[in-house]
């Protein structure tokens, strides 16, 4: 991936624009040339550059006035100034408001081309470093990825295979199961890291401004467009853009993607003339895209485009072994964001039955939820079954009971009406116990596991309940 790619030349002399427009474009730049300041903030505005080649003296907006204010607006752009003999002072005042550096006029070209070079290396390192130096206590982009389940170590050896190349993902899967999680992930451990990441969600942008969105659009282009705009794609440059909700995409916007996909260009909207544009894609969806083609909704080339590298996210449901980390990893948040007395520090044994019985239709975006409203709930250190949604109650009482429990006897409702959780927990909490001393013969030992419990605290519940180990 090359540091710099597009340079834009300011400079009232049109010979000048002439000699290093042809210099730079022979050493593989792609080149611009304006005559004036005002002429050269308005195409920064327009779409972005890797680097700006200006004079110090132009009419209208002079070198001085085009840097501070195009560092205020873009503080990553590199500038080189030319100034002429006796001008020297303006050059190095250049220097100090950030210019990178200054060549003095006359000059050979290639003295252009060196002050380039120099300044693609130091941009290069200083993105390397910026990789390098991420902060310890990010730990790896992985670690945001929760899971110890054969089907999250998978798709975890796939980020790690995929995220050091350029190639398109197209990552599918349930709604609310993370699939941005991913996408960051990949761009995280990409080469990219230190260059920008957006992300867009096709289907909440109304298909009137889509376009407008990721491609940009020219001042004037339609009636609200009083001045030039980027879009996502070129303010993401050498970076990553990340499309959820690919299925979505108006089919007219489809054309656009594929072109770009196939040529790296871009055109935004009222411009005559393409852009080409350095960033990798990664796209989402929770929608069966193959089907979306077999139907007309989607075109097949831009699927073929787009599914180089597939990744599957698999639901909650299928990754029942992680519940117990991603409960941890989310209350520990919880305990700082709700600011919390007294620090939820577990799931009780028959909130964490509930939780494995119920089915997570949402996901682990719904795991949270649910996990936010029980720890604004609950009164002591554990998350007990009162404090969680009531729908997991529900669907668990339609559910078949755990591994382990299926001799376990059903609770009745009480005849008088009396639905008290708190009153009902002891009595489920008792059956348990019965149940799985049955379950292992009177082995408090192996019951204990069972119910996940310290062999101490079974004791001491087996005794609170008047329980014969013997004869449960």
Known sequence: MPTFRSILVADDEASIRHVLSLVLADKGFEVRTVADGEEALKELAARP????????????????????????QWPDLTFVVMSAYGSQDQALEAVSLGAYDYVQKPFKPEEIVLALRKAEERVRLLRENKRLKAPPSQGSPLDRIVGTSEPMKTLQKQILKVAPVSTTVLITGESGTGKELVARAIHELSLRAALPFQAVNCA???????????????????????????????????????????GELPQPLQVKLLRFLQEGEVRPVGEN????????????????LQKAV?????????????????????????????????????????????????????????????????????????LENALERAALFAEGDAITPEALPEKIWQQASKAAPPPGFAAAPVIPVPADGQLSLKRAMPLLEETFIRAALKQTKGNRTRAAELLEISHRALLYKIKDYGIDPDKP
């Open 294 to 366: 077999e139907q007309g909704r989607f075109r097949e080339d831009l699927y073929f485009r787009l599914n180089v590298v597939n990744l599957e996210v698999p639901p909650l449901r299928a990754r029942k072994d992680d519940l117990a980390a991603l409960s941890t990893a989310f209350l520990h948040r919880f305990n700082k964001e709700l600011n919390r007395e007294i620090p939820i520090v577990r799931v009780s044994p028959e909130a964490e039955a509930l939780m494995q019985s119920y089915a997570w239709p949402g996901n682990v975006r719904e």
């Open 204 to 246: 909440a942008i109304p298909e009137g401004l889509i376009e407008s969105e990721l491609f940009g659009h020219a001042k004037g282009a339609f009636t609200d467009a009083r001045t030039a705009k980027r879009g996502l794609f070129a303010e993401a440059e050498g970076g990553t853009v990340f499309l959820d909700e690919i």
């Open 49 to 72: 550059y890797d680097a700006v080649v200006s004079d110090v003296r132009m009419p209208k907006v002079n070198g001085l006035q085009l840097l501070t204010q195009a560092l205020q």
């Open 273 to 288: 003339r393409s852009f080409k544009i350095d960033v990798r894609v990664v796209a989402a969806t929770l929608r069966d």
